[in-house]
T-cell receptor, first 118, second 109 residues
Framework: DAGVIQSPRHEVTEMGQEVTLRCKPISGHNSLFWYRQTMMRGLELLIY????????DSGMPEDRFSAKMPNASFSTLKIQPSEPRDSAVYFC????????????????FGPGTRLTVL | RKEVEQDPGPFNVPEGATVAFNCTYS??????FFWYRQDCRKEPKLLMS???SGNEDGRFTAQLNRASQYISLLIRDSKLSDSATYLCVALLNTDKLIFGTGTRLQVFP
């Protein structure tokens, strides 16, 4: 079975450019999470969706970041405009479970997108 | 103070050794705990959940001490393949997963 799929795997862009990261969760999973990982701050939850609805976006750093989930099999995380401090590895993860239970269940992570903003 | 704190390591141990990591959490409202494993330049994967009574999975034992607000992971008979970063995770209330920055383990021959 295919796991969580993310694209692109690597992205190098210049400051000020728009960046779009893509994620396809595991089929049948109804919760989707976007994380950012840096050496200094570790893994931080940015936003999570349950049944395609954003439940908690308190981790989104600022208005430059936005996330959408138009259907159960696709989500995007967009950064516009990008800045050098956005350089990190961005992971998408999915899990099964209701809104209340999603956090208790195992999260399956994608391979991540390594973003470098010059 | 970080909500979940771990010693970053690295812990360098020989094959066959027993090694233990601790992780402390600051919020007593944390309800559930997990250990994830992350290999170099790979994604995190669930290693095990941590139950109040402690739990064991093969060579791995997880313990929870609510009074002192720490979680531990014990690895017995270390293998080369155990080399990885181990992430401690706390679930705050029911909707916020907080990850530690990880403890790096290097097992040498």
């Amino acid at each position: 079975d295919a796991g969580v799929i993310q694209s692109p795997r690597h992205e190098v862009t210049e400051m000020g450019q728009e960046v779009t990261l893509r994620c396809k969760p595991i089929s049948g999973h109804n919760s989707l999470f976007w994380y950012r990982q840096t050496m200094m701050r570790g893994l931080e939850l940015l936003i999570y969706f349950n049944n395609n609805v954003p439940i908690d976006d308190s981790g989104m750093p600022e208005d430059r970041f936005s996330a959408k989930m138009p259907n159960a099999s696709f989500s995007t995380l967009k950064i516009q405009p990008s800045e050098p401090r956005d350089s990190a590895v961005y992971f998408c993860a999915s899990s099964q479970g209701s809104q209340a239970g999603a956090m208790y269940n195992e999260q399956f992570f994608g391979p991540g997108t390594r973003l470098t903003v010059l | 103070r970080k909500e979940v704190e771990q010693d970053p390591g690295p812990f360098n141990v020989p094959e066959g050794a027993t090694v233990a990591f601790n992780c402390t959490y600051s919020n007593s409202a944390s309800q559930s705990f997990f250990w994830y494993r992350q290999d170099c330049r790979k994604e995190p994967k669930l290693l095990m959940s941590v139950y109040s009574s402690g739990n064991e999975d093969g060579r791995f034992t997880a313990q929870l001490n609510r009074a002192s607000q720490y979680i531990s992971l014990l690895i017995r008979d270390s293998k080369l393949s155990d080399s990885a970063t181990y992430l401690c995770v706390a679930l705050l209330n029911t909707d916020k997963l907080i990850f530690g920055t990880g403890t790096r383990l290097q097992v040498f021959p």
